[in-house]
């Protein structure tokens, strides 16, 4: 399949192409035909700006023209961020045991999550002031919203969506790739209908079809980061801002010193 031509040229293997079930012989009927690839898109780079080498980074958000961060490891950070200069304007630490993970806004809130113990902490908007907390099963990796519903990844392969109000769950979507379950969906970004979502330790972000988990397109980011990281397997792609005014797609990674807007280049 082309996808595993496609990892095999970044490098990075990935364990959802190889450790597919071979398809089952099909004595008697015809097997259902494999969905068709979708479509690549390559990127150029519009803008470069300084990240703070410092973030772990796990959520993105663009706000009123600054960014919106939430960083890992201990301790874990919300922060907001200008564009221009990376410089750090606010910034809010998680209580020390807990390891940041996405972050998404609704109305004049935030909300992020933590990787394990599904605990999810809501913060004011405009100063980051805490503002409270929720709860969710299962882990938390990447928070995005469309219009009516938080959607939440957690390494699985599937998308689960809440009530933005309640904060319960309302309902899950499995992610499929030509049919295949992709997992290690991390950081989201709702664009334009779609949802963006890095796949964890690749240059890849996926674009996903909510209604149906569908996986419309494959981004393909290799070789955006000039500089050499210091941890490989830690700091990887991860971060993905649109700003809808502007029509910018903002992307970093993980401990990466740059921030980048690209545009998408279908792959001919
Ligand atoms: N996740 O963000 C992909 C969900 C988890 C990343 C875990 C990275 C571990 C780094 C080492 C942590 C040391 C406290
Ligand atoms: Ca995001």
């Given at each position: 399949p082309a996808l595993i031509g496609l990892v095999v040229?970044?490098?990075?293997?990935l364990?959802w192409s190889q450790s597919a079930p071979a398809p089952a012989p099909a004595p008697t009927v015809q097997a259902a035909p494999q969905p068709p690839a979708p479509p690549i898109y390559?990127?150029?780079?519009?803008?470069?700006?300084?990240?703070?080498?410092?973030?772990?980074?796990?959520?993105?958000?663009?706000?009123?023209?600054?960014?919106?961060?939430?960083?890992?490891?201990?301790?874990?950070?919300?922060?907001?961020?200008?564009?221009?200069?990376?410089?750090?304007?606010?910034?809010?630490?998680?209580?020390?045991?807990?390891?940041?993970?996405?972050?998404?806004?609704?109305?004049?809130?935030?909300?992020?999550?933590?990787?394990?113990?599904?605990?999810?902490?809501?913060?004011?908007?405009?100063?980051?002031?805490?503002?409270?907390?929720?709860?969710?099963?299962?882990?938390?990796?990447?928070?995005?919203?469309?219009?009516?519903?938080?959607?939440?990844?957690?390494?699985?392969p599937s998308?689960?969506?809440?009530?933005?109000?309640?904060?319960?769950?309302?309902?899950?979507v499995p992610v499929t790739y030509r049919g295949r379950p992709v997992p290690?969906?991390?950081?989201?970004?709702?664009?334009?209908?779609e949802?963006?979502?890095?796949?964890?330790?690749?240059?890849f972000?996926l674009r996903i079809d909510p209604a149906t988990g569908v996986v419309k397109g494959i981004?393909?980011?290799?070789?955006?980061?000039?500089?050499?990281?210091?941890?490989?397997?830690?700091?990887?792609?991860?971060?993905?801002?649109?700003?809808?005014?502007?029509?910018?797609?903002?992307?970093?990674?993980?401990?990466?010193?740059?921030?980048?807007?690209?545009?998408?280049?279908p792959r001919p």
């Amino acid at each position: 399949p082309a996808l595993i031509g496609l990892v095999v040229l970044a490098g990075a293997p990935l364990a959802w192409s190889q450790s597919a079930p071979a398809p089952a012989p099909a004595p008697t009927v015809q097997a259902a035909p494999q969905p068709p690839a979708p479509p690549i898109y390559d990127y150029e780079i519009v803008n470069t700006y300084p990240h703070d080498p410092a973030a772990f980074t796990q959520g993105l958000i663009y706000r009123d023209g600054v960014l919106i961060e939430s960083t890992g490891r201990h301790p874990s950070s919300v922060r907001r961020v200008r564009l221009e200069d990376g410089v750090v304007l606010e910034k809010k630490e998680l209580p020390v045991e807990h390891f940041g993970e996405g972050l998404t806004d609704w109305g004049d809130r935030v909300l992020t999550l933590t990787w394990q113990g599904g605990q999810g902490f809501i913060w004011d908007a405009d100063d980051l002031d805490p503002a409270g907390t929720w709860t969710y099963e299962g882990e938390g990796w990447g928070l995005t919203r469309d219009a009516t519903r938080i959607i939440l990844s957690d390494g699985s392969p599937s998308l689960r969506f809440f009530d933005p109000e309640t904060l319960t769950q309302t309902g899950v979507v499995p992610v499929t790739y030509r049919g295949r379950p992709v997992p290690k969906l991390n950081e989201l970004e709702f664009i334009d209908g779609e949802v963006f979502a890095n796949v964890w330790q690749t240059n890849f972000i996926l674009r996903i079809d909510p209604a149906t988990g569908v996986v419309k397109g494959i981004i393909d980011l290799t070789g955006l980061l000039p500089d050499p990281v210091a941890n490989p397997n830690d700091d990887v792609l991860n971060g993905i801002a649109w700003d809808p005014a502007g029509r910018r797609l903002f992307v970093t990674g993980k401990n990466w010193p740059r921030l980048f807007e690209i545009r998408l280049v279908p792959r001919p």
